[in-house]
């Protein structure tokens, strides 16, 4: 008997492994060999030809091409300028958004509903859209600034301006993902708790600091986790406003890659700069994280 | 009675469109006897209805049968990689922008159209555009001179001088003859924001590249010494570039709009079909829209010479063509076919007929016949003119990477982010490292004063 229990166990032990094997090919399959094909690619020069592919292993000639790209650096800058600015604005505009609105006696419903439109629009559709509006001689803007008597802004053709111009059609795209996320997290803040504060003479701007704000950090960290992981990524709306333009002012590190890898055909190169930008990803996240628990109370 | 009229038109309409439709039909196209079914790969771009108006009528006429991929303008190269790079093309003949081409011709990826038919000779009418179609092999350029015919040209796209006859008739001005009349010209035409003098292309890469390559040619700049020799020295940097690259900034900031740095052909397009440019320097390809009512403001006031002459009295122009090649990897009788598709293609009445949709005809028998006097064809003398001097560029297998570098350092100059000069010296620097990884022959000269 007790034989026959033992055996069970190792029976049921080895099936409870080998049922695990399904999910573990999964994941080798779709996710470590691409990322190991993608470190096999960033050390080697590939070339296309009809004999087929030939690769060869060149990791110092690729790490002097991304010494010598001289584009690098000012995507590096743009693209930290952008994720701060971006992400820093939608978590700000989210959340006030999210407390006006939890905090509305009716047409709640209605206003998330609306809310979420922007996120269902194709980045593609996005940019065509924003281009229009932002067009110098037929854009809606510079028409209403003439029907006002103002000069015209030359939105996307000035160095110093183009990429604030992306930012808003970003943050037009991504407050509505904040809001959606905070509104739920708000909505779900323990009444007895606000009332308490309430009842003990706690100002909105203290309620808001020493209460809210707290319960809501789960949240918080969540969108700006989604947030900022997303806006290290952009590409399709910049591609269609500027193409990195003028000049390198617009220039994001996806822009730039897609540029190595699809026009100049460079897939060693272009690996080692997509390495390069997740690295980047993860050590922003790293430092984000440790920043959030050096601030905790 | 007004419906009943509005009926009797439209039948006749109806009756008329369907004769022609018969007439063309029954042309004299080459016969090509029974081919198996291809399939296309081809952009959307300004000239694709007229090309499928003509696949139409090949399907009439031989029953043939031709399916048509179309795919936009950014999807269309990496469609044609995965189709070369596979066991088997799904494509049995690809269009491509030809400055994509050298990939293909020096990958291997296209079957040399003589070695699918020993026959096959293009008639001398077809325009060379450069030998933009050829390829030698050992040279790693585009040339018939020991090279081999890859592809020919389906579409050949050169820039053309755009003005508003009305507007400069009325000012008293002749049709720019060189860049400083066209400067000339937009002094007394500016009037911003109603009227700009003159737009091209500012923004960054491909379309600076493009159109400022014409006013470098027109200054006997170049970007390498003479490729065509294996001497790639760079001279991106010499003074005549220079005074290309002050020329055409000037143009660009005295004569556009304030966002010329940003100015794509869309948008240059868009200026003078609604009327608010005086003159402008846009692709042949564009002249049809221009004549659209339902897209144009300016329907028969646009007029078109050839590129104007540069202060050193040369003409310049770039050739942008679309080439069709059949992929490598595709079979035999599928290869047979599409060749068969391109030998009709290229008759006569098969040219006639595409002009006659929209199209650029790759004949200069065409250009002479009698589309040539109907006023909707009025592009065709300073087409055939600019393709006396016209030039393919980038013609060698670094073409895309030297673009890149360009389209960059041009339009930082022409936004200010660098001097003229610095913007030269640069992209000799980097087009020179370009050519010496790939093991060319090359150099660069001294820096320009910065």
């Known amino acids: ?297 | 009675m007004i419906q009943h009229a509005r009926v009797i038109c439209t039948s006749f309409l109806v009756a008329a469109l369907g004769l022609s439709a018969a007439a063309i039909a029954q042309k004299p196209f080459a016969d090509v006897g029974k081919q198996p079914p291809i399939t296309i790969l081809i952009g959307s771009t300004p000239w694709y209805p007229a090309f499928e108006k003509v696949v139409g009528i090949y399907e009439q006429q031989t029953g043939n049968k031709i399916k048509l991929d179309v795919v936009p303008f950014g999807g269309i190269l990496e469609k044609a990689r995965n189709a070369v790079r596979s066991g088997q093309s799904p494509y049995d003949l690809m269009t491509l922008d030809t400055q994509w081409t050298i990939e293909f011709y020096d990958g291997g990826f296209l079957s040399p159209l003589k070695e699918i038919d020993a026959a096959f000779e293009l008639p001398k009418e077809v325009l060379s555009y450069g030998d933009s179609g050829y390829w030698n092999a050992q040279k790693r350029w585009r040339t018939a001179d020991g090279g081999k015919l890859m592809a020919y040209t389906v579409l050949g796209n050169v820039q053309l001088l755009y003005y508003r006859g009305d507007v400069l008739k009325q000012a008293g001005i002749a049709p720019p003859k060189t860049w400083d009349d066209v400067l000339a010209a937009c002094a007394k035409l500016n009037e911003p924001p109603k009227m700009y003098g003159f737009v091209a292309r500012g923004e960054k890469g491909n379309g600076i590249r493009y159109d400022w390559q014409s006013v470098m040619l027109a200054e006997r700049a170049s970007v390498a010494k003479d490729p065509a020799a294996g001497d790639y020295t760079v001279t991106i940097n010499s003074p005549q570039a220079k005074a290309a690259l002050d020329l055409y900034i000037d143009l660009l900031k005295r004569c556009g709009p304030p966002n010329y740095g940003s100015l794509g052909q869309g948008d240059v397009i868009q200026l003078l079909a609604t009327g608010k440019a005086a003159m402008g320097d846009v692709v042949t390809a564009a002249f049809a829209s221009f004549e659209d009512p339902n897209k144009s403001a300016v329907v028969g006031k646009l007029d078109t010479v050839a590129l104007p002459r540069g202060r050193s009295g040369a003409n310049g122009a770039v050739i942008g063509n679309w080439n069709a090649g059949i992929p490598k990897n595709a079979s035999d009788p599928q290869k047979k076919a599409a060749l068969s598709f391109l030998r009709w293609f290229v008759t006569y009445d098969a040219q006639h007929a595409f002009a006659e949709n929209g199209g650029i005809p790759n004949r200069s028998d065409v250009f002479t016949s009698d589309l040539a006097k109907q006023p909707r064809f009025r592009w065709m003398p300073a087409y055939l003119e600019t393709q006396k001097f016209a030039q393919q560029e980038l013609g060698y297998a670094e073409g895309a990477q030297v673009e890149q570098v360009l389209g960059l350092r041009l339009n930082q100059a022409l936004i200010g982010e660098m001097s003229s000069a610095k913007a030269l010296n640069t992209a000799a620097r980097e087009i020179e490292d370009i050519f010496r990884k790939s093991g060319r022959k090359t150099g660069t000269l001294p820096p320009l004063p910065e």
């Open chain 1, 1 to 297: 008997m007790r034989e026959n229990s033992s055996l069970t166990l190792v029976l049921n032990r080895t099936f409870r492994h080998w049922s695990l094997l399904p999910a573990v090919a999964l994941f080798v399959a779709l996710t470590i060999y691409p990322v190991a094909n993608l470190f096999r690619m960033s050390v080697s020069t590939i070339e296309f030809a009809q004999a087929g592919e030939a690769w060869t292993f060149t990791p110092l000639r690729n790490l002097a091409l991304l010494r010598a790209d001289e584009v690098v650096p000012a995507a590096v800058r743009n693209t930290l300028i952008f994720v701060v600015a971006a992400v820093a604005i939608e978590m700000v505009l989210g959340l006030a958004l999210a407390i006006i609105v939890a905090g509305a006696a009716r047409g709640k419903g209605l206003i998330r509903t609306v809310m979420i439109l922007p996120i269902l629009v194709p980045p593609v559709a996005i940019g065509s859209i924003w281009k229009l509006l932002y067009n110098y001689d037929f854009g809606i803007f510079n028409q209403t600034l003439a029907a006002l008597h103002l000069p015209p802004v030359n939105w996307l053709g000035s160095t110093s301006l183009a990429l604030w111009s992306v930012v808003i059609v970003d943050v037009w795209h991504w407050v509505p993902f904040v809001f959606l996320i905070l509104f739920a997290a708000v909505e779900a803040l323990p009444v007895d708790v606000l009332e308490a504060a309430r009842v003990d003479g706690a100002t909105r701007w203290q309620l808001l600091r020493r209460v809210m704000l707290p319960l809501l950090r789960p949240a918080i960290v969540v969108a700006l986790l989604f947030r900022t992981i997303l806006a290290f990524k952009v590409f399709d709306e910049v591609f269609l406003l500027t193409s990195g333009g003028p000049g390198t002012s617009t220039e994001l590190v996806t822009l730039h890659l897609y540029k190595v890898f699809f026009d100049q055909n460079q897939l060693g190169y272009g690996s080692l700069l997509s390495l390069a930008l997740i690295a980047a990803i993860v050590a922003f996240l790293l430092v984000g994280r440790q920043a959030v628990r050096l601030a905790r109370p």
